[in-house]
T-cell receptor, first 112, second 113 residues
Framework: AQSVTQLGSHVSVSEGALVLLRCNYS??????LFWYVQYPNQGLQLLLK??????LVKGINGFEAEFKKSETSFHLTKPSAHMSDAAEYFC??????????FGTGTSLTVIP | EPEVTQTPSHQVTQMGQEVILRCVPI?????FYWYRQILGQKVEFLVS????????KSEIFDDQFSVERPDGSNFTLKIRSTKLEDSAMYFC???????????FGEGSWLTVV
């Protein structure tokens, strides 16, 4: 069965500090992995995805994530947080590109 | 850039009333989805729809819910006899044939009072 675990429902970082949002997944086959971002009062926007190939993927707004099969992880990082990064971040997994399973989300607060 | 559009953005309805949420998917998308997010909880799958029929549905998607694509463009979610616990953000999403990524609309916030 597919599932996603996001450790830390709330993360606070100072502006300019490293952002690290954790995601671990379970899947019986090599999965597709996604990060979506939800800004206040908006829908889910695709931030980045891993399907095949390079395990380090880059997304919009300076975010990147690395697929680590041995750790079943797909953590999201950004070297330097910006105030505009404050949002809810969702990790998602899919085994077949049809059914998608989401984590419970991590709310990122950026402190000026 | 094409996007999924949803209406209404926010609806307040009395318990027991019927609600229809509408979605206009991206034109080349053939697979459609409804998800919901109860306040403070995870995004939950409701149903997927392809070729004018339901392809998968979750245990949440019981007889109270129905979907259709009446005119080849709009994709609707109907909730009959709404309950307080139906209050949530409902997201429509779409995927193109052969694609592995779903793209979401901005959501319809339903409040049942």
């Amino acid at each position: 069965a597919q599932s996603v675990t996001q450790l830390g429902s709330h993360v606070s970082v100072s502006e300019g500090a490293l952002v690290l949002l954790r995601c671990n997944y379970s899947s019986s086959v090599p999965p597709y992995l996604f990060w979506y971002v939800q800004y206040p009062n908006q829908g889910l926007q695709l931030l980045l995805k891993y399907t095949t190939g390079a395990t380090l993927v880059k997304g919009i707004n300076g975010f990147e994530a690395e697929f680590k099969k041995s750790e079943t992880s797909f953590h999201l990082t950004k070297p330097s947080a910006h105030m505009s990064d404050a949002a809810e971040y969702f990790c998602a997994v899919s085994e077949d590109g049809n059914q998608f399973y989401f984590g419970t989300g991590t709310s990122l607060t950026v402190i000026p | 850039e094409p996007e999924v559009t949803q209406t209404p953005s926010h609806q307040v309805t009395q318990m027991g009333q019927e609600v229809i949420l509408r979605c206009v998917p991206i034109s080349n998308h053939l697979y459609f989805y409804w998800y919901r997010q109860i306040l403070g909880q995870k995004v939950e799958f409701l149903v997927s729809f392809y070729n004018n029929e339901i392809s998968e549905k979750s245990e949440i998607f019981d007889d109270q819910f129905s979907v259709e694509r009446p005119d080849g463009s709009n994709f609707t979610l109907k909730i009959r006899s709404t309950k307080l616990e139906d209050s949530a953000m409902y997201f429509c999403a779409g995927r193109e044939s052969g694609g592995n990524t779903i793209y979401f609309g901005e959501g319809s916030w339903l409040t049942v009072v």
